[in-house]
């Protein structure tokens, strides 16, 4: 059975990076793609962007100068960064494994991630 | 703003049958990309429920059932039960934005 759990901190000051980790067990990274999904406070899902296994990667437009999602396959993990956060980055971040026809299959349990003025 | 449409909310009653709409457009479910369906229980992360070709992962029971028709996807659940009640999340690819979009979601109460 895979599994998926984030890691990272939970507080954030605006304007700096937000760094999340995702490890993977029971399963290879090998194959997949691997992403990034947020919830605000009380909202819907927003996609964020995955990478294939082999590192490339494709993010959702509305953050693409923000971020940068990376795979290391050694270690079976893979990492989020956005970079100059704000308030409305404040959000429940969830990763997942996503399939070749785009279903997100697995799903860590999610990290609270706070944007802090 | 969301290219995929579900309504916030719907309701039956136990026993009853509903459906959630999912309506996208012609560069997503109307492009032949399929259709995922993700129950959200309360306080829980996401969990992949079944796509538009009715493939479900094995805990999910046959009551729930998922189609598509041109631009649009529905889920159908039978036999209503109190465990039902979550929120339910449409999802697809879209050539045009080149990436993955999620509804807005559905707020399903069984009355």
């Known amino acids: 059975q895979v599994q998926l759990q984030e890691s990272g901190p939970g507080l954030v000051k605006s304007s700096e990076t937000l760094s999340l980790t995702c490890a993977v067990s029971?399963?290879?990274?090998?194959?997949?793609?691997w992403g990034w999904v947020r919830q605000p406070p009380g909202k819907g899902l927003e996609w964020i962007g995955y990478v294939y296994y082999n590192g490339v990667p494709n993010y959702n437009s509305s953050l693409k100068s923000r971020l940068t999602i990376s795979v290391d396959t050694s270690r079976n993990q893979f990492s989020l960064n956005l970079r100059s956060v704000t308030a409305a980055d404040t959000a429940i971040y969830y990763c997942?494994?996503?399939?070749?026809?785009?279903?997100?299959?697995?799903w860590g349990q999610g990290i609270l991630v706070t944007v802090s003025s | 703003q969301s290219v995929l449409t579900q309504p916030p909310s719907v309701s039956g009653a136990q026993g009853q049958r509903v459906t959630i709409s999912c309506t996208g457009a012609s560069s997503n479910i109307g492009a032949g990309h399929d259709a995922h369906w993700y129950q959200q229980l309360p306080g829980t992360a996401p969990k992949f429920l079944i796509d538009s070709n009715n493939n479900r992962p094995s805990w999910v029971p046959d009551r729930f059932s998922g189609s598509k028709s041109g631009t649009s996807a529905s889920l159908a659940i039978t036999g209503l039960q109190a465990e039902d009640e979550a929120d339910y999340y449409c999802q697809s690819y879209d050539r045009s934005l080149g990436g993955e979009i999620f509804a807005g979601g559905t707020k399903l109460t069984v009355l």
């Open positions: 029971g399963g290879s990274i090998n194959g997949y793609y």
């Open positions: 997942a494994r996503v399939k070749g026809d785009s279903t997100f299959d697995y």
